[in-house]
């Protein structure tokens, strides 16, 4: 199984600041997933990383996959409370595809 | 229409009692499974049934049983409950390799 270990665990900004979050492994990855779940919900899909060095953008998201495949960040430009939630890295693995989660960031957005 | 469903939402219930929690999906997926979120917002797969057949049973104790009368619902049976078993259970589903969609998850807790 692939550890993934995110950081930082618990982050409260003030709206408007920037972000970074992270999350990394040992391990090598094909792919890399990061979902936002709000409290009482299941967590959403946000985006899915597939090669070395690749950056996507979801409006003030952007998403970074490391060069070796290893690690991935998630930064977020004037941070609103909207923003706010549980940020959780996975891959995908396995006979079922199912994903193997990291240890999540929860991330609290100020007005 | 709610794409994955699962009920009941919250549930409340005795040590040693007996449970279920049902789980519906509306997309034709072919694949569905059972994740378990503890009280550090670890999410950790648990089962996956890929066309009714169990395709993943990771180390969960064998109180837990699931159940797929068919390919649109996944069900989840818990025998003698103990009180480490109170966790949010979230079904989701995927056309296998595809997207994974979450349920709005089961709060159990078991008193």
């Known amino acids: 199984t692939q550890l993934l270990e995110q950081s930082p665990q618990f982050l409260s900004i003030q709206e408007g600041e920037n972000l970074t979050v992270y999350c990394n492994s040992s391990?090598?990855?094909?792919?890399l997933q990061w979902y936002r779940q709000e409290p009482g919900e299941g967590p959403v899909l946000l985006v899915t990383?597939?090669?070395?060095?690749e950056v996507k953008k979801l409006k003030r998201l952007t998403f970074q996959f490391g060069d070796a495949r290893k690690d991935s960040s998630l930064h977020i430009t004037a941070a609103q409370p909207g923003d706010t939630g549980l940020y959780l890295c996975?891959?995908?693995?396995?006979?079922?595809?199912?994903?193997?989660f990291g240890s999540g960031t929860q991330l609290t957005v100020l007005p | 229409d709610t794409a994955v469903s699962q009920t009941p939402k919250y549930l409340v219930t005795q040590m040693g009692n007996d449970k279920s929690i049902k789980c519906e999906q509306n997309?034709?997926?072919?694949?569905m499974y059972w994740y378990k979120q503890d009280s550090k917002k670890f999410l950790k797969i648990m089962f996956s049934?890929?066309?009714?057949?169990?395709?993943i049973n990771e180390t969960v104790p064998n109180r837990f049983s699931p159940k797929s009368p068919d390919k649109a619902h996944l069900n989840l049976h818990i025998n003698s409950l103990e009180l480490g078993d109170s966790a949010v259970y979230f079904c989701?589903?995927?056309?296998?390799?595809?997207?994974?969609?979450f349920g709005e998850g089961s709060w159990l807790t078991v008193v």
């Open positions: 989701a589903s995927s056309q296998l390799g595809n997207t994974i969609y």
């Open positions: 391990s090598v990855f094909s792919s």
């Open positions: 990383v597939v090669t070395g060095g």
């Open positions: 996975a891959s995908l693995s396995g006979s079922a595809r199912q994903l193997t």
């Open positions: 997309l034709g997926h072919d694949t």
């Open positions: 049934y890929n066309n009714k057949e169990l395709i």
